[in-house]
C-alpha cells in the first residue's frame, strides 16, 4: 500500500535533510499534492507548493521540521499557533528533545522525532523514529511515510536516536570522508585527481552493492579481499592497529554525540 501524507501537511524548512525525503516519496509514487513547504527564500521544490511564510486556512494535520536545530525558537512561536489538536509533529531536528518540542508544540497530538539520513533520496535510507505520546494511529501514518523511504529503526529512548543520528545520519559524512582520503591517497600515488575520485568512489559504491547483493559481513568481505601475507592484508594491518580506525571511528561518534547532548541542553535551556 503506498504512503500518503494526512492531509493538508507542512514541511517547514526544506533544505538538504527535507529535500531528500521528498526526492525519496516522488520516487516511491507518494501523493505529495497537498504538501506545502515553507521556506524563508521560497526557492520552489518541484511539484509542491511552496510559500515564504504559513498559508492561511485549514491547520495542518501534519507537520515535518526540516530546519536546522540553532533556529527552533525563532521557528517556533510562529509556528505553535498553526499546530492544533489533530497535528502530528515530526521534528529531525538532532539532539532536540521531544520534551523541548512538546514545551514550545503543546498542542501537537503527537511529537515524533526522527533522524533520517541523505540516502533516502534513493530509497536506501536509514531513519530511526523515536515518540512518547503517538498513539496507534499516527505510528502508523509515520511508519508508513518513513518506511518508504527505505529501512526504519524504531527507538525505545532519545539516546537510542542519537546514536543512530552519528552512526547513520552523520555516518554518510564520515564513510564519505573516507573516501575523499582514499581518492587523495590514490593522487598521492600518481593517479589524476578526477580519475582517483571516480575510483574511490566506485570502490564506495561497489562494496555497498556486493554487501547488499550477498549479504556479507563487512568483515568477511575484508577477508575475501585479503589473502595471507598478500598486499591488502599488510595495509589492513595499520587499519587495524590499536591506533588504527577503530579508535578513530570511536572518538568520531564520541564527539558527535556529545554534540548531541550540547544541542539538547541548549533547547533545553531556552525550554
Ligand atoms: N543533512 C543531513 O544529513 C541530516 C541528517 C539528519 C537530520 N538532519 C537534520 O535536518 C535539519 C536540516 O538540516 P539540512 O542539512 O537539511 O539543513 P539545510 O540544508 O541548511 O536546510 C535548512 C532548511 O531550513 C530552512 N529554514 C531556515 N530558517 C527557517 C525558518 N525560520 N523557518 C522555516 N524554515 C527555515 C531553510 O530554508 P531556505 O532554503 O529557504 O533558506 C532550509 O530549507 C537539521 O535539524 C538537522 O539536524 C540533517
Known sequence: ???????????????????????????????LS????????????DGLRTFK?????????????????????EVAPELAIHIGRETILVSMLAGVTAKSLRDRFPDAKAIVRIMPNLPVAQVQGVTAIYSADAGQDELV??????ASLGMIVWCETEEELGVIGAVAAAGVAYVARFGEALARSAETLGLRPIQ????????????GAFAAATGSHMADIARQV????????RGLAILDADDGLQPLVDRTLDAAMSRGRELAAEAARRD
Open 141 to 146: 501514518e509515520v511508519r508508513r511515510l518513513m
Open 226 to 233: 585479503a589473502s595471507p601475507k598478500g598486499t591488502t592484508e
Open 53 to 73: 511564510s504559513y498559508p492561511e486556512g485549514e491547520k495542518p494535520l501534519f507537520v515535518m521540521l526540516g530546519f536546522k536545530p540553532q533556529k527552533l525558537d
Open 34 to 45: 497537498d504538501v506545502t513547504v515553507i521556506r524563508p527564500s521560497g526557492t520552489p521544490v
Open 1 to 31: 500500500m503506498t504512503a500518503a501524507f494526512p492531509a493538508p501537511a507542512w514541511l517547514v524548512g526544506c533544505g538538504n535533510m527535507a529535500g531528500a525525503m521528498v526526492e525519496g516519496w516522488r520516487g516511491r509514487g507518494v501523493d
Open 196 to 207: 582517483a575520485r571516480m575510483i574511490a568512489e566506485q570502490t564506495l559504491i561497489g562494496t
